[in-house]
């Protein structure tokens, strides 16, 4: 089946630094990524969809200075969290849109901590 | 907020029991789809079932969908210790098929 790889998969940072996570799609191309943020034992909130050529759909309530979300090519979408805070710690996960309608296939998430 | 509920929020069983999670939601929807989380992993795809379908099935899950309530109920018969996970249910958002809204979970707990 099909697969998207998180990297990296956890990461440790100082307050003020920036720290990018790639989602690549390994054997598909995907014109379409999404990114969610999940805090511990809550649910995942979707914070932007990433599309391949063009600027990312940012959700209500995220700054999109803030989390810089770049698809350059049709197997890779980056998000980089600028200026991280204690607050940004969080698992991030991306997933990407398949071919057919409604298929869709998860990352393994990358678990950040900014200290 | 966008987000359905799930009950219970935590569920703990003993294996061969049967687990039954329960997912609410807002707005009209053409499917609804359940997920599975390891603690610390990403998500699995478990059944998507469709806005005209009241009931389906796949292995030991069966999943029921009432448009009339905006409700949903994933059932995992015999269960095993490794089912223990947190199950999600999600659906379509802002009339995008692939963009999901996920529920807020059930930690489900099965005891060896």
């Known amino acids: 089946g099909a697969v998207v790889s998180q990297h990296p998969s956890w990461v440790i940072c100082k307050s003020g630094t920036s720290v990018k996570i790639e989602c690549r799609s390994l054997d598909f191309q995907a014109t379409t990524m999404f990114w969610y943020r999940q805090f511990p034992k809550q649910s995942l909130m979707l914070m932007a969809t990433?599309?391949?050529?063009?600027?990312?759909?940012?959700e209500q309530g995220v700054e999109k200075d803030k989390f810089l979300i770049n698809h350059a090519s049709l197997t890779l979408s980056t998000l980089t969290v600028t200026s991280a805070h204690p607050e940004d710690s969080s698992f991030y996960i991306c997933?990407?849109?398949?071919?057919?309608?409604?298929?869709?296939?998860f990352g393994e998430g990358s678990r950040l901590t900014v200290l | 907020s966008q987000q359905g509920e799930e009950d219970p929020q935590a569920l703990s069983i003993q294996e061969g029991e049967n687990a039954t999670m329960n997912c609410s939601y807002k707005?009209?929807?053409?499917?609804l789809q359940w997920y599975r989380q390891n603690s610390g992993r990403g998500l699995v795809h478990l059944i998507l079932i469709r806005s005209n379908e009241r009931e389906k099935h796949s292995g030991r899950l069966r999943v029921t969908l009432d448009t009339s309530k905006k409700s949903s109920s994933l059932l995992i018969t015999a269960s095993r210790a490794a089912d223990t996970a947190s199950y999600f249910c999600a659906t379509p958002y802002g009339g995008a098929t692939n963009k999901l809204i996920f529920g807020t979970g059930t930690l489900l707990a099965v005891q060896p």
């Open positions: 997933s990407a849109k398949g071919r057919a309608p409604g298929e869709l296939f």
């Open positions: 707005t009209s929807i053409n499917n």
């Open positions: 990433s599309n391949e050529g063009s600027k990312a759909t940012y």
